[in-house]
C-alpha cells in the first residue's frame, strides 16, 4: 500500500476546503494520514478526521508551529516522511512555502501543482501559466506534490477517522513571525465562491472599483477579484489578484470587467465554467475565452448589470 | 554584505507560445528569450540595497546554454557588479539548480540570495525554498517589502490571507513577488559599461555539482479548447442568457 501523508491548510481555527480538494488527488495515489500542525488548532484536527476515507489525522500543536512559518513545518515533515511514500499539501501559499524546502531535504524534486493523477508515479500539470500541460513522471522513490485545488473536488465531510496527538522538540532559530495583516473575513471567499466578479484597470481609481464592484457582488453572493494593474493601482489588495502569479479560480461564474485578458490574467480564470466578459474595446483578448462577451462601457453597464439582477 | 541574485533565460513574458506538434516540448526556435521578470524585480532590490548603502556588491548568476550571457549582460547593465554562467543544457530541474547554486553559495559567501519566486516557464515556484533548505537558511519567500536591519532581514510576503511580515536572520534566501519594486530598463551608456564588467564561465562540474533530472516528461501538449462563445447586444440580453441559457442566475 502507497501511504500518502497531506499537509493540511488551516488557520488553526477552521479547517480550509483545499485540504479536502488536496484529499481527493491524495487519495487517487494511496492511503491518506493527513497532518495538522499549528497552534490550538483540535478544532482543526476535528475537522480533518471527518474527511471520508482518510486513515488518521496527525495532530501536532506547539507554539513553533502558530503561523505555519516553512522552516519548522518542513522539519516536522521531515521527522514523518520516513513512514511515507509521496508528502503532499494543496498549492496554497502556505503548500507552496513548505513543499518544496521538504524535497530538497529528502533530495528528491518536487512535482508542482499537479492537476490530474494518472498514476501514484504520473501526473499532469501545467506550465508556460497555463498554455500546455505536461504529462510526467516521477521515479523518485518519495514523491513530494502540491495539489492544484480547482482542478479536484472535494472529498465529503461524513467519516470519522482517529486524531492522534503527535509532540516534537522541533525548534526554530531560523526565522520569526512579526506581523500579518489579513483580509476582510467578511467577504466571501475567492478560491471558494461559486461566482466571482473581477475589475481591472479600467475602474481608474480605488472609488470606482469599490463603488460599483462591491454592489454587484453582493447581489450575486460573489467573491472580489482583480486584475495584476488593478492591485497594483491600489484598487484591490493583493490576495484579490487572479492568475499565473495570483489565485487559481474556477467558479461556475466569472465575470471579467475592464480586464484585457492578458495570459497571465488568464491562467487563473480560464477553467471557470461560465465566463462573462465586459469591455469597451471588441478586440479585447478576454472575449477569445467568454462565453458571453458584451461589447460596452463598465461605467454604464456594471450598474445596469446590478439593478436588473 | 554581498548579495547574489540568480536568473533564468526563459521565453519572454508577452510571447505566445507554440508547441512541437509531436508532444516533445515548447518550441523556442526564433523566439524571443529575456530574464524572468520576477529575478529582474529581485535584481533591481539587490541594486537598490547597493544603493541605499546596506550591500557591497551584488553578483548575477544564471544556469543555463551558452547564450544565457545575454541576459546577464543586461543584468550587468541594471547595476551587477559581475556575473556568473554556469553552463548547462536547457530546462536544468530546480533541485540541480538549487544544489548549483548553493555550490555557488559556499565559493561567494553572500549573506543575502534575493531570487524570483517563480520561473513563468516552468512555474515550478520550488528553487528559492529549496536552495534555502541545502544550505540550512531561513526563507522568505513571495516578498513585497524588505529590509535590511542589522543581522536580519524583515520580509513582508504576498500571502492567500493577506499579508505576513518576518524576520530571518541572515544569511537567508528571499525570493521576490511581482510589487516589491519596478524594475529600472538598462540605458545605453551603462549597456556600454556593462560590456566591461566581469562575466566568468563556469560548469557544474566545476563546481562539484553532478546534474542529474528526475522526472521524465512524457508528453507537452495543448489544455482542451474552450467552446467558442456568442456576442450580447445588451445587459438585458445578458441576463436572460444567464438565466435561461446558462441556468446559473
Ligand atoms: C510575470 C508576470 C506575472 C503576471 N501575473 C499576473 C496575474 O497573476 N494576474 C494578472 O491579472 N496579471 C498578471 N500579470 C500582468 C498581465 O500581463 C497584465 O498586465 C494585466 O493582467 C493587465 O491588467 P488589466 O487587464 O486590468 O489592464 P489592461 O491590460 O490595461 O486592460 C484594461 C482593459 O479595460 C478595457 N477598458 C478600458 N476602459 C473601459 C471602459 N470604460 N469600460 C469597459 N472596458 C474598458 C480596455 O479595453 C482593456 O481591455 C503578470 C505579468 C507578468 C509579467
Ligand atoms: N537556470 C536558472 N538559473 C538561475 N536561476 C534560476 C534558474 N532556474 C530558476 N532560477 C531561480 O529560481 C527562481 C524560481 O524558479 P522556479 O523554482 O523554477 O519557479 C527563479 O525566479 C530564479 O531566480
Known amino acids: 500500500m502507497i501511504k500518502v501523508l497531506l499537509l493540511a491548510e488551516h488557520d488553526n481555527s477552521v479547517l480550509n476546503e483545499a485540504t479536502a480538494r488536496a484529499a481527493t488527488a491524495a487519495l487517487a495515489i494511496g492511503e491518506v494520514d493527513v497532518l495538522v500542525a499549528g497552534k490550538n488548532c483540535a478544532s482543526v484536527a476535528k475537522s480533518a478526521a471527518v474527511l471520508r476515507d482518510i486513515n488518521k489525522v496527525l495532530h501536532a500543536d506547539s507554539e513553533t508551529f502558530a503561523h505555519h ?11 514523518l516522511a520516513g513512514l511515507y511514500d509521496a508528502i503532499l499539501a494543496p498549492a496554497t501559499s502556505n503548500g507552496k512555502n513548505v513543499l518544496p524546502r521538504v524535497a530538497a531535504l529528502l533530495d528528491v524534486m518536487q512535482i508542482s501543482e499537479i492537476i490530474e493523477v494518472i498514476a501514484p508515479d504520473t501526473f499532469v500539470r501545467p506550465v508556460y501559466a497555463g498554455n500546455a500541460l505536461q504529462k510526467l513522471r516521477s521515479d ?28 516534537s522538540n522541533i525548534t526554530n532559530d531560523k526565522s520569526s513571525f512579526v506581523g500579518e495583516a489579513l483580509a476582510d473575513s467578511g467577504r466571501a471567499d475567492l478560491t471558494t465562491a461559486k461566482t466571482v466578479v473581477s475589475g481591472g484597470r479600467a475602474f481608474g481609481s480605488k472609488e470606482k472599483f469599490e463603488e460599483l464592484l462591491f454592489p454587484l457582488a453582493e447581489k450575486l453572493g460573489a467573491a472580489i477579484g482583480a486584475s495584476r494593474a488593478a492591485v497594483d493601482a491600489d484598487f484591490a489588495p493583493n490576495d484579490c489578484q487572479v492568475g499565473q502569479t495570483g489565485k487559481v479560480v474556477a467558479p461556475d461564474l466569472y465575470i471579467a470587467i475592464g480586464i484585457s485578458g492578458a495570459i497571465q490574467h488568464l491562467a487563473g480564470m480560464k477553467d471557470a465554467k461560465t465566463i462573462v ?33 | 554584505m554581498k548579495v547574489l ?28 528569450m529575456s530574464m524572468n521578470p520576477f529575478d529582474e524585480i529581485a535584481l533591481e532590490e539587490a541594486v537598490r540595497l547597493r544603493e541605499a548603502g ?24 541594471m547595476g551587477a557588479d559581475r556575473a556568473i554562467l554556469v553552463t548547462a543544457e536547457e530546462d536544468v530541474e530546480p533541485l540541480n539548480v538549487a544544489k548549483i547554486l548553493a555550490a555557488v553559495v559556499t565559493e561567494e559567501k553572500p549573506q543575502l540570495v534575493l531570487m524570483g519566486k517563480q520561473a513563468i516557464d516552468d512555474d515550478c515556484n520550488q528553487t528559492t525554498q529549496m536552495l534555502a533548505a541545502l544550505l540550512g537558511w531561513g526563507q522568505g519567500t513571495f516578498a513585497s517589502k524588505i529590509e535590511v536591519v542589522d543581522n536580519s532581514v524583515q520580509v513582508t510576503r504576498e500571502v492567500d490571507a493577506g499579508l505576513q511580515t518576518t524576520r530571518l536572520s541572515l544569511p537567508a534566501v528571499v525570493s521576490a513577488d511581482l510589487r516589491l519594486n ?11 559599461k556593462a560590456k566591461k564588467k566581469p562575466l566568468d564561465i563556469t560548469t557544474p562540474e566545476e563546481l562539484g555539482v553532478k546534474v542529474r533530472q528526475r522526472l521524465t516528461i512524457l508528453e507537452t501538449v495543448e489544455p482542451p479548447p474552450r467552446q467558442p462563445g456568442i456576442r450580447v447586444a445588451s445587459v438585458d440580453e445578458l441576463v436572460d442568457r444567464l438565466k435561461n441559457q446558462a441556468g446559473i442566475l
Do not use: W
Open chain 1, 69 to 79: 512559518l516553512a522552516e519548522p513545518v518542513a522539519d516536522l515533515l521531515l521527522e
Open chain 1, 140 to 167: 523518485e522513490t518519495k514523491k513530494v506534490i502540491t495539489v492544484r485545488t480547482t482542478a479536484f473536488e472535494p472529498v465529503r465531510s461524513d467519516a470519522s477517522a482517529p486524531v492522534e496527538a503527535i509532540s
Open chain 1, 277 to 309: 466578459a465586459i469591455n469597451s474595446d471588441e478586440d479585447a483578448p478576454i472575449f477569445e475565452i467568454a462565453d458571453y462577451a458584451l461589447v460596452a462601457d463598465l461605467f454604464e453597464a456594471v450598474p445596469e448589470l446590478t439593478s436588473k439582477l
Open chain 2, 5 to 32: 541574485v540568480p536568473l533564468k533565460r526563459v521565453v519572454d513574458f508577452n510571447v505566445h507560445i507554440r508547441l512541437r506538434p509531436d508532444g516533445s516540448g515548447v518550441d523556442k526556435t526564433n523566439v524571443k
Open chain 2, 54 to 77: 546596506k550591500a557591497d556588491e551584488v553578483i548575477a548568476v544564471s544556469i543555463g546554454i551558452e547564450k544565457t550571457q545575454d541576459i546577464l549582460r543586461t543584468a550587468l547593465a
Open chain 2, 182 to 192: 519596478t524594475p529600472r530598463y538598462a540605458t545605453l551608456p551603462n549597456i556600454m
